[in-house]
């Protein structure tokens, strides 16, 4: 019986969650429109601003999770993130991992989907923070570049969440604006148990115990360490390589 409760009393948080992302996510779009519509001339203060007020919804977002039961999180290393010239990499196991990052940090400029552009929730939330659209382009390298000069800028470098194998395979080109634009690079191991929120995964089938989130922040990486005697082309190759033994050897338990 107290297992059946616990679980009903998930499911209900869980929903009333997404529920509230929707109707928060639609008062946002209202809210922020104008900075949105304006996104090109804001002014770096008024983007950290916005970020600062989206942020602390999301911090309480997942407050709200928490005390429903749905998840618990542990945080650790975050003093270290924020550093102009910083290129945080963190893994990607689940849906809520740029809010559980953003709301903790939410100074920090951040590399999304494209396709986000298109969703009515998050639109206007993306233009008025500043944040950079994934169009996988040599203006998003030029963009990157621009933007670690005075800023620390979040991507998730798998492009897309991690699989149920738990394996996580990351983009080269994530790595190269690294080592050609950041002054160091910072990977963010992130833990989940039990896996949930997966791509393609309904909110509604919630696992049998609450999810045990746990975010470490790594050593940093220096690029120049890594460009000594090798072109960016090969030493892309091998951080790639390099950091996905490092995120496979952390989380291969989780």
Same mark, same amino acid.
């Given at each position: 019986? *107290?297992?059946?409760?616990?679980?009903?009393?998930?499911?209900?948080?869980?929903?009333?969650?997404?529920?509230?992302?929707?109707? *928060?996510?639609?008062?946002?779009?209202?809210?922020?429109? +104008?900075?949105?519509?304006? $996104?090109?001339?804001?002014?770096?203060?008024?983007?950290?601003?916005?970020?600062?007020?989206?942020?602390?919804?999301?911090?309480?977002?997942?407050?709200?999770?928490?005390? &429903? &039961?749905?998840?618990?999180?542990?945080?650790?290393?975050? =003093?270290?993130? &924020?550093? +102009?010239?910083?290129?945080?990499? +963190?893994? $990607?196991?689940?849906?809520?991992? %740029?809010?559980?990052?953003?709301?903790?940090?939410?100074?920090?400029?951040?590399? @999304?989907?494209?396709?986000?552009?298109?969703?009515?929730?998050?639109?206007?939330?993306?233009? *008025?923070?500043?944040?950079?659209?994934?169009?996988?382009? @040599?203006?998003?390298? !030029?963009?990157?570049? !621009?933007?670690?000069?005075?800023?620390?800028?979040?991507?998730?470098? =798998?492009?897309?969440?991690?699989?149920?194998?738990?394996? @996580?395979?990351?983009?080269?080109?994530?790595?190269?604006?690294?080592?050609?634009?950041?002054?160091?690079?910072?990977? %963010?191991?992130?833990?989940?148990?039990?896996?949930?929120?997966?791509?393609?995964? +309904?909110?509604?089938?919630?696992?049998?115990?609450?999810?045990?989130? !746990?975010?470490?922040?790594?050593?940093?990486? $220096?690029?120049?360490?890594?460009?000594? !005697?090798?072109?960016?082309?090969?030493?892309?190759?091998?951080?790639?390589? $390099?950091?996905?033994?490092?995120?496979?050897?952390?989380?291969?338990?989780?």
């Amino acid at each position: 019986m *107290a297992k059946k409760l616990n679980w009903l009393r998930r499911f209900l948080s869980t929903a009333i969650g997404f529920l509230f992302w929707g109707v *928060a996510g639609t008062l946002l779009q209202l809210v922020l429109y +104008p900075y949105a519509r304006h $996104h090109q001339t804001n002014s770096l203060q008024t983007q950290l601003k916005i970020r600062r007020f989206v942020g602390r919804i999301w911090y309480y977002f997942i407050r709200y999770l928490s005390f &429903g &039961g749905v998840l618990e999180v542990s945080y650790k290393g975050f =003093e270290k993130l &924020g550093r +102009p010239g910083q290129l945080i990499l +963190p893994n $990607h196991p689940s849906l809520l991992d %740029v809010v559980l990052i953003l709301g903790q940090s939410p100074s920090l400029n951040c590399i @999304v989907k494209k396709d986000l552009l298109n969703n009515p929730t998050m639109r206007n939330q993306i233009l *008025a923070c500043g944040f950079l659209p994934n169009t996988e382009s @040599v203006e998003l390298l !030029e963009q990157s570049d !621009e933007v670690l000069k005075e800023q620390a800028l979040l991507l998730f470098a =798998e492009g897309t969440r991690t699989g149920w194998d738990g394996v @996580v395979k990351l983009n080269r080109g994530a790595v190269s604006i690294g080592l050609r634009s950041a002054r160091v690079i910072t990977p %963010v191991i992130i833990r989940m148990n039990p896996l949930s929120l997966k791509k393609g995964h +309904p909110w509604y089938k919630i696992p049998k115990k609450r999810i045990q989130y !746990e975010l470490i922040v790594g050593e940093d990486i $220096h690029p120049q360490d890594w460009l000594q !005697e090798q072109s960016i082309p090969m030493a892309s190759r091998r951080l790639t390589k $390099h950091l996905e033994d490092y995120f496979n050897t952390h989380t291969k338990d989780n």
